[in-house]
Nanobody, 115 residues
Framework: QVQLVESGGGLVQAGGSLRLSCTAS????????MAWYRQPPGNQRELVAA???????VYADSLKGRFTISRDNAKNTVYLQMNSLKPEDTAVYYC?????????WGQGTQVTVSL
């Protein structure tokens, strides 16, 4: 089993920035992909960004340029730098890790962007 713990969420005004962190622990051999998803109120969970162990990154098209994912493989940690935040970015942000065909989720961290 792999456990994921997110941190860094909170309340921020529109235009502000937040940096989320997610650290994996437990039975780690090699985490192939670490990703961030979000679930806005009343909506489905959606991909925000993902990073492979080799350094490839992908983003939701609508978030390119404002959000940046980065990963520290030595620390089994993934970060999400969020800039120019908008009220529509309000959501619970979840970390996901994929290892040898299994997926693991964090408990989520709330991000609220006010006007």
């Amino acid at each position: 089993q792999v456990q994921l713990v997110e941190s860094g969420g909170g309340l921020v005004q529109a235009g502000g920035s937040l940096r989320l962190s997610c650290t994996a622990s437990g039975s780690i051999v090699r985490i192939n992909v670490m990703a961030w998803y979000r679930q806005p109120p009343g909506n489905q969970r959606e991909l925000v960004a993902a990073a492979t162990s080799g350094g490839t990154t992908v983003y939701a098209d609508s978030l390119k340029g404002r959000f940046t994912i980065s990963r520290d493989n030595a620390k089994n940690t993934v970060y999400l730098q969020m800039n120019s935040l908008k009220p529509e970015d309000t959501a619970v942000y979840y970390c996901k890790a994929e290892q040898w065909g299994s997926s693991y989720w964090g408990q989520g961290t709330q991000v609220t962007v006010s006007l």
